[in-house]
């Protein structure tokens, strides 16, 4: 089982950086793939972006490619949220999760959560 909390999120202004972390528990971090999603008040959760389990690939959104980078670091059981030139309709609470099988963008494919950390972008 993984244990996944997330933390760095807060308010930023329009065009600033955020950086999110998910520190996992467990020995087996590495064997599995990690996303990001996040969710606004009164919309679905959307995916943001996936890292296969060695860090080696990654793809994103649409809605967030070129501004939002995600990485790993597999001695540390830590993945990453860089989040640039952010924009009001970032706004949500953005979780981590762990998939056994890197690539997917929906929500079913992943087994372990995070609470999630609110990140809230002003204008």
């Known amino acids: 089982q993984v244990q996944l909390v997330e933390s760095g999120g807060g308010l930023v202004q329009a065009g600033g950086s955020l950086r999110l972390s998910c520190a996992a528990s467990?020995?087996?971090?590495?064997?599995?793939?990690m996303g990001w999603f996040r969710q606004a008040p009164g919309k679905e959760r959307e995916f943001v972006g996936c890292?296969?389990?060695?860090?080696?690939?990654?793809y994103y959104a649409d809605s967030v490619k070129g501004r939002f980078t995600i990485s790993r670091d597999n001695t540390k059981n830590t993945v990453y949220l860089q989040m640039n030139s952010l924009k009001p309709e970032d706004t949500g609470v953005y979780h981590c999760?762990?998939?056994?099988?890197?690539?997917?963008?929906?929500?079913?494919?992943?087994?372990?959560w995070g609470q999630g950390t609110q990140v809230t972008v002003s204008s």
């Open positions: 890292i296969n389990e060695s860090g080696t690939s990654a």
């Open positions: 999760a762990a998939s056994e099988i890197y690539g997917y963008s929906s929500a079913s494919r992943y087994t372990y």
């Open positions: 467990g020995r087996t971090f590495n064997s599995y793939a």
